[in-house]
């Protein structure tokens, strides 16, 4: 419409400069666009035009008026004050021009400015944004920072009117003496007119009246003065009583929206689903309708507090929200992986064996948490997070696989010699019962690390015996016969025959004793009594020996002298 000035490089906010004439003409314009009728009439559309082209003469007139004062300023010297008057006469320029073109056309001129020629300031947009609640604290601090204020202005006052009482005893005598004195020249004038204005500038009654003032308002403030629990509880109320509705709106929203989708998750991915889809691609329809089901109930909500203008409680959700989605910033790497090992898609899958924590374990299924089953273990089911399996790795189940190498009641002896019955087995430790009832303590993963010998489903018993070089002729054939009839007789007393697999053969010459082999396969029922049977087993040899008149040979150490030998024997033990 109009060619404007060149506009000034700086911009600053200047609403409270507006001259009088632009606000009214703008107030006029909106009202008219919000009483505008829209009928079908065409005397009321004449009626409009005749209105609207009143307005247009009117903005034009005060268009000109600015343009006229714009161009005066611009032939002025510049200074600061003609910059500030140049910039403000331009600004109106636009605004009576973005209103005649918006009258006119029934547009709002914002509208039509690119998207690429707009610059978003984020700072005033944070601002925008966290006002309603920077707005609500305020109006919660509002009574203790009145009363600090308070207390400061009565500070300052003290220490001002301690000052000009001061500078008032020092004026007052110098203004009495020039009194009682008389004025013979113009100097004397002077200094009574300048002793006069620093009495009335340092006259101390003002700042009375201001002290006693202030300390009324702080003593007011004080016997009003609540309980912060008081204090706390009245703006809970306050907030309740006006924003209750607006709260209770929005959680109904929300949890309204996720009963629905989640009882409509049953038909799509649940066990009603109406589509025959296999379990992993189940797993991830279901992971993406948990989150677009989260989606729409936090957009459903956001949206029912704007729609109600509760610009606080919107301000504070999504500052929330910005905050919970700028702190797990770095767990997203995490998350997918978790995503990925709930999906069955990652290092741990269902119905593999996975060690956790030095067990096997076998993965059940895996969701938002992790089942794992050990059927041996008195403890068979555990849930862990998906966090607890990052970095872990399964592999396929073999056939008959043992999950564990023992259960309880069974009969073991371990690495360090230890020999007791399983009395507890759970993921953290494992109880043996020894002889004489003592209990010995194991964490789990260390029992497993002992590597341990179940023989609750039988044993052998691996025994070396020497005899005397004397029977070398006969060690190969009638000894063993000897000792294997013989451990047969002395032992039927202690095993029956089907639980007794026994085999006596040579084994080895040693350096000073022909060694026996004499293997002995008991049943598992006899494992209770292993150590029992182990030392009859030895009596039954050694009598075996005393009966035939075997020599049971020892280890010699001969020692050489100068002129004579000497043999020092020392006995030798059966080896087992």
């Not at 929300?254 to 689903?273: A, M, P, S, T, Y």
């Not at 056939?399 to 009969?411: A, I, K, L, S, Y």
């Not at 010459?509 to 060694?515: D, E, P, R, V």
Request: hydrophobic residues 40%.
């Amino acid at each position: 419409l109009f060619t404007p000035q060149q506009r000034p490089i700086r911009t600053e906010q200047y609403g409270s400069s507006v001259t009088l004439t632009a606000i009214v003409s703008l107030f006029i314009c909106i009202l008219l666009l919000s009483a505008i009728p829209c009928h079908s009439q065409e005397t009321d559309k004449t009626s409009d035009l005749g209105n609207i082209r009143s307005l247009l003469l009117l903005l034009s007139k005060q268009t000109q008026q600015t343009q006229k004062e714009l161009n005066e300023a611009m032939k002025e010297p510049a200074t600061p004050s003609v910059s500030r008057k140049r910039e403000e006469l331009q600004n109106q320029l636009d605004l009576l021009n973005r209103n005649f073109e918006s009258l006119a056309t029934k547009l709002n001129t914002d509208d039509l400015i690119l998207g690429d020629d707009t610059k978003v300031d984020w700072t005033r947009e944070l601002q925008d944004l966290t006002s309603p609640l920077l707005q609500a604290i305020r109006d919660f601090t509002k009574k203790p920072r009145k009363i600090v204020k308070l207390k400061k202005k009565i500070e300052a006052l003290e220490n001002q009117l301690e000052k000009y009482q001061a500078a008032f005893d020092k004026v007052k005598p110098l203004l009495d003496m020039e009194s009682k004195a008389k004025a013979t020249g113009p100097e004397d004038f002077i200094l009574i007119a300048h002793l006069n204005e620093l009495k009335n500038k340092y006259d101390p009654e003002l700042l009375r009246l201001k002290l006693d003032d202030a300390r009324q308002n702080l003593e007011s403030e004080l016997t009003d003065k609540v309980s912060l629990f008081d204090l706390f509880t009245d703006n809970i109320k306050n907030f309740f009583k006006h924003r209750g509705r607006n709260l209770l709106v929005t959680l109904v929203t929300f949890f309204g929206l996720w009963w629905g989708l989640i009882k409509l998750r049953g038909w799509v991915v649940g066990k009603r689903n109406i589509f025959q889809l296999d379990t992993r691609t189940k797993k991830l329809l279901g992971a993406a309708y948990n989150l677009l089901a989260a989606t729409i109930c936090i957009a459903a909500s956001l949206l029912s507090l704007y729609l109600l203008n509760d610009w606080l409680l919107l301000s504070i959700i999504i500052i929330v929200l910005v905050a919970v989605g700028w702190t797990s910033r770095q767990l997203i790497p995490k998350f997918f992986v978790e995503v990925q090992l709930a999906l069955n898609m990652g290092t741990v899958r269902e119905h593999e064996r996975l060690i956790w924590n030095g067990v096997p374990w076998l993965v059940k299924s895996m969701g938002l948490e992790a089942t794992l089953v050990n059927e041996q273990l008195e403890e068979r089911h555990i849930q862990l997070p998906l966090k607890e399996l990052i970095g872990k790795y399964s592999r396929s189940v073999v056939e008959n696989e043992p999950w564990f190498p023992t259960r309880v009641g069974d009969w073991a002896i371990l690495a360090d010699k230890t020999y007791g019955k399983i009395e507890r087995q759970t993921q953290e430790q494992v109880i043996l019962r020894l002889k004489g009832d003592t209990l010995k303590y194991y964490p789990t993963a260390e029992f497993l690390q002992l590597t341990p010998k179940n023989i609750s489903q039988g044993f052998r018993y691996n025994i070396i015996f020497g005899l005397d070089y004397n029977v070398r002729s006969r060690v190969c054939d009638e000894m063993p016969k000897l000792f294997d009839q013989g451990l047969r007789c002395l032992l039927q007393n202690h095993f029956q025959k089907s639980f007794l697999r026994m085999k006596v053969q040579f084994d080895h010459a040693g350096n000073n004793s022909l060694n026996l082999a004499i293997l002995i396969d008991v049943d598992g029922g006899y494992a209770e009594m292993y150590e029992d049977c182990q030392r009859e087993i030895h009596c039954a040899i050694i009598q075996i020996c005393n009966d035939h008149s075997l020599t049971i040979p020892f280890n010699q150490l001969t020692v050489g002298f100068a002129d004579s030998a000497m043999k020092i024997a020392s006995p030798m033990q059966p080896r087992v």
